[in-house]
């Protein structure tokens, strides 16, 4: 796992063999951030990493610069090495919730610019995140919410569905 760009491009970071977690792969988190490179200054945003296992989407965007990222992550030995890494990094802008990205939701009152949702591929419910974020506003004015899903999931139907890219197995949808 490598972090793309940023004041950490070409960072080689290592979660550990004992891991299970799918990293997003380093051509679709490329291919990603080139998309929003194009409609936001990394620096001026506020994102939430929802199901973050590695980090990897978090260190890219703190890499960036980004000024305040929400990264939620219920398995203990993920969360505390996105915290250790995050502080050995010196990303100061990462908060690290130990927590139920579901539950999270539930009491979240914030707005970001960017929510990106990673969750297990096989995870019960990740069809209804679309429609929690929505209903919940929690997007800013131009805010996007992406989700990272197997091809088994098909969102053309859903009226808040803006983009759709695939990378081989992973798939992006995107959400206004």
Do not use: W
């Amino acid at each position: 796992m490598r972090i793309i760009s940023g004041k950490y491009r070409g960072k080689i970071l290592h979660p550990g063999k004992d891991f299970i977690a799918r990293p997003t792969t380093d051509f679709a988190k490329e291919s990603l951030f080139n998309i929003m490179a194009n409609q936001y200054d990394f620096e001026e945003i506020e994102v939430l990493d929802l199901f973050s296992g590695t980090g990897s989407i978090s260190f890219e965007f703190a890499s960036r610069g980004c000024k305040n990222i929400e990264v939620v992550e219920s398995n203990y030995k993920y969360a505390t090495y996105i915290y250790k890494t995050g502080n050995e990094l010196k990303f100061s802008q990462l908060k690290v919730h130990k927590t139920n990205a579901f539950q999270f939701l539930k009491s979240c009152n914030s707005k970001f610019d960017i929510i990106f949702a990673d969750p297990p591929y096989d995870m019960e419910g990740t069809e209804t995140l679309p429609e929690i974020i929505i209903g919940k506003k929690m997007l800013k004015q131009g805010g996007v919410f992406i989700l990272e899903h197997s091809k088994k999931i098909n969102f053309t139907e859903n009226a808040h569905l803006i983009d759709h890219r695939n990378y081989g197995s992973v798939n992006f949808s995107f959400f206004q």
